[in-house]
T-cell receptor, first 114, second 111 residues
Framework: KAGVTQTPRYLIKTRGQQVTLSCSPISGHRSVSWYQQTPGQGLQFLFEYFSETQRNKGNFPGRFSGRQFSNSRSEMNVSTLELGDSALYLC?????????????FGEGSRLTVL | QKEVEQDPGPLSVPEGAIVSLNCTYSNSAFQYFMWYRQYSRKGPELLMY????GNKEDGRFTAQVDKSSKYISLFIRDSQPSDSATYLC???????????FGPGTSLSVIP
């Protein structure tokens, strides 16, 4: 069974631009969570989607948004990029109705903002 | 105060040593406790999963949860160089809630 796939793996943007990251979960998984990972803050929860609905949201500004499609694939968007948005963005999928702590992570999309 | 805290290390041990990794948490509503392992340039992978207090053993790994002191531990016996990674503890209130991660402890096992 294929794992969680994230694209692109690496990208460089400049301040003020926007970026869209994509995540394909493991087949059959309906929950998709997004995390931001930085050396200073560690893994910070962004949001979680289940059956195309945002079920949980972290404490990030409105510039961070996401969505989930009917095939469970998910995208997240960051608008008006700031230098502090440079990070590894990780997507994770979960089997079952709830997360239950069992997250299967992709390898991440590393964003650098110049 | 972060909801889940752990010493970031780095921790360096010789091969074969017993490793003890620890976390504390502040929210008494947490019921699910996990340990994830993250190799460099990879996403985290679930290592151990426990519900409520108690011990769980899986091969060389043992997870302990003490809810009375809000303390989570991971023990690695007969540590190997392949165990060199960052270990993240995580907690969850309900199965429909968000998973909260600690900052991670970097471990190096020296041959």
């Amino acid at each position: 069974k294929a794992g969680v796939t994230q694209t692109p793996r690496y990208l460089i943007k400049t301040r003020g631009q926007q970026v869209t990251l994509s995540c394909s979960p493991i087949s059959g998984h309906r929950s998709v969570s997004w995390y931001q990972q930085t050396p200073g803050q560690g893994l910070q929860f962004l949001f979680e989607y289940f059956s195309e609905t945002q079920r949980n949201k972290g404490n990030f500004p409105g510039r961070f948004s996401g969505r989930q499609f009917s095939n469970s694939r998910s995208e997240m968007n960051v608008s008006t990029l700031e230098l502090g948005d440079s990070a590894l963005y990780l997507c994770a999928s979960s089997p079952g109705q709830g997360v239950s702590g069992e997250l299967f992570f992709g390898e991440g999309s590393r964003l650098t903002v110049l | 105060q972060k909801e889940v805290e752990q010493d970031p290390g780095p921790l360096s041990v010789p091969e074969g040593a017993i490793v003890s990794l620890n976390c504390t948490y502040s929210n008494s509503a947490f019921q699910y406790f996990m340990w994830y392992r993250q190799y460099s340039r990879k996403g985290p992978e679930l290592l151990m999963y426990t519900y409520s207090s108690g011990n769980k053993e899986d091969g060389r790994f043992t997870a302990q949860v003490d809810k009375s002191s809000k303390y989570i531990s991971l023990f690695i016996r007969d540590s190997q160089p392949s165990d060199s990674a960052t270990y993240l503890c995580a907690s969850l209130k309900t199965s429909y809630d968000k998973v909260i991660f600690g900052p991670g402890t970097s471990l190096s096992v020296i041959p």
